[in-house]
């Protein structure tokens, strides 16, 4: 197969930089493989990690993908003018969205909400007086491993900080109080376990991976028997629609989970560079960005245009983007990526050009689409070819969060 970095300068020779490029040789080869990770369990798509709808379609008119979740309120109802499941994955405080929400029948039978406590449905109660159809709601699990909450009392949080709904009883006093208000119907539970799903089995740091697949190890069995013991006490309540969990990293334990009936996943799509490194799979990198070669400081170096795509999370190397052709260049240690200049040396450097282009890849999936308007759509091997260009929710001037 002709390189993919021969591809992309091949498609996208004529255009001007900063571009972002996805290979969608490399994106659909991405779908196949969840899919297959899935093994018939339908995937829901994490739409924060596309941010594109020409894409969004692409994979949802493929087997094995149903539904979409989305990551604030005001989105979920813009996509739900062509979607009919999309669950909000987040608790949301966007009044005028619920406002909207509860002023159509048909985006109430569509979109669910995610509730984690009294306090979020009273926020929804506090917005919207009447319904003629309830509004539906997700009841969102933690499914962080506090490990040595049995031993000694205390909480050794490890997971993202989500919920503070935890136990079984947590879960039902919850489910309860939905049931309790004719304004909400409670139809479906979610449980992300971040502490699987988004941690790199072998990062850089070797001890790192070493806690990290420690971790892995303890929190699967722990969650699996917390959220089938969870998922039984809350179905006598209510009658659940759908149970969620899991993430791109997290696929294959996820769906051995006999109590999930879908599992999410997005940034598998694009295989940003925080998901190199992983045990269970390895994705082919599917978007890129590309950045002109404007200076030649000095001998073995570049620098080029921008760069500072830096991405959240933690602070740390881990979310700079990634130099990835030509090879061999690496940024620099005092300097990083720059807001308006980023500086890189390497072997590569000598043979580059001013005008020339440096190819990158983000961090994370969806954050690219932040940065960029356009997507250049690239197939084919070997005459690869610009296919289309599609406009990101930026594009169509949505910038939800």
Known sequence: ?????????????????????????????????????????????????VRCRALLDRVLAR?????????????ALWLAEEHED????????????????????????RVTLMVDSVESLDLVRSVVREVEVPIRVCLDLDASLRVAERLTGSRVHLGPRRSPV???????????????????ALVGLMAYEGQVAGLADRPANRLRGLAVRGLKRASVPELTERRGAVVAAVREVADLSFVN?????????????????????????FAPALFDGYDSFDPVPAALFGLAVTRRPGPGLVTVAGGGWIASGPVGRDRLPVPTYPAGLAMLGSEGAGEVQTPLRGAAAGRLRLGDRVWFRHAKAGELCERVDTLHLVAGDPEAAL???????????RTFL
């Open 1 to 49: 197969m002709t390189s993919q970095h021969a591809r992309i300068e091949r498609a996208t020779q004529h255009l001007d930089a900063p571009v972002a490029v996805v290979d969608l040789d490399a994106f659909d080869a991405n779908a196949a493989d969840l899919a297959r990770r899935a093994a018939g369990t339908p995937i829901r798509v994490a739409s924060k990690s």
């Open 63 to 75: 087997e094995g993908y149903a539904g979409v979740l989305a990551f604030t309120l005001t989105e």
């Open 86 to 109: 999309v669950v909000v994955g987040y608790p949301t405080a966007e009044r005028d969205a619920l406002r909207e929400l509860a002023a159509d029948p048909v985006l109430l039978e």
């Open 166 to 184: 935890h136990s079984v009883a947590d879960a039902v006093a919850l489910a309860r109080a939905v049931g309790e208000d004719p304004a909400f």
């Open 245 to 269: 969990g899991g993430g791109t990293g997290s696929i294959e334990t996820t769906v051995a989970d006999v109590s999930v009936t879908e599992v999410a996943a997005g940034s598998g799509l």
């Open 387 to 397: 296919v289309d260009v599609v406009p990101t929710y930026r594009g169509e001037g």
